[in-house]
């Protein structure tokens, strides 16, 4: 057993997520997410096996998040009810755990972020998306754990170890204005096409599932895309205007394609910069 202090200030809000029934000054954490504001500064301590939690604090948003390694245990009640984590340029809504088809169990979200297209010399913002994550996908990065957030930035082989470890990750793309899916596929076709040097046969036919996903589809604000990737050989399309998919739409079975969609947000040159730092940002504290 190991004490956590957790100091909360003015208008804190802390969320923690918990596998365990724990009292500690008549706080009783559920197998569920479990979310309070504090008005008054005082000190909690949490007496709990490090071995079930790591924890991290997210300076930036003031949250407390203690990842159980029993996730899988949690209700989809407590997902759909949990916590809501907002991307300030474009104040669009994610949650902070996220239950998708063909994961195992409910991935939690490491960063946000937002994409911006540029027109003449005007910025307009096109979405806000999201990275989530299997929690136990730390296990894989603890050769990083004594890197700075610096370094996460520098170094592509950090993304590749996320990309890499066998658990569930996944991007959730908001759509913050209307557009038609043949610009949103042309968009996202020439970004991916430089990153596939010799496209081979499964990778022309992958490209070709992928484009008649949008083609002839009308965006609406607010739609949900979803690129879901259960392992580094496989990734999972799927489209909602109504909240998280209960279908897969597409599955994209080519490694170059699947590689290349996941560099266009964590390679060299992001369309998504700001998510990108989100994302080491999280992931150092997390592995602090």
Known sequence: MA???VGLSSNTSVTLFSSLNICSYKLNLKPKI??????????LTLSLPLSTFSTSCYKNSKRLLLFPKAAAASSSSSVENGELIVEPTTNVKFQ????LPGCSSPLALVGTGYREKVFAIIGVKVYAVGLYANISITESLN??????EAEYQEDPSFFNSIYQAPMEKALQIVLVRDIDGKTFWDALDSAITPR???PIPVDE????KFRSIFQQRSLKKGTLIFLTWPDPSKMLVSISSDGSPSTVDATIEATNV??????????DAPVSPSLKAAVCNGFAKILR
């Open 196 to 198: 596939i040097k010799t």
């Open 143 to 148: 050769a990083w754990r004594s890197r700075t």
């Open 3 to 5: 004490s956590v202090v």
């Open 96 to 99: 902070s755990l996220l239950s």
């Open 205 to 208: 036919s992958a490209l070709s």
């Open 258 to 267: 699947n590689l290349a969609l996941f560099d266009i947000f964590f390679g």
């Open 34 to 43: 479990f979310s309070f504001q504090q008005k008054n500064q005082i000190c």
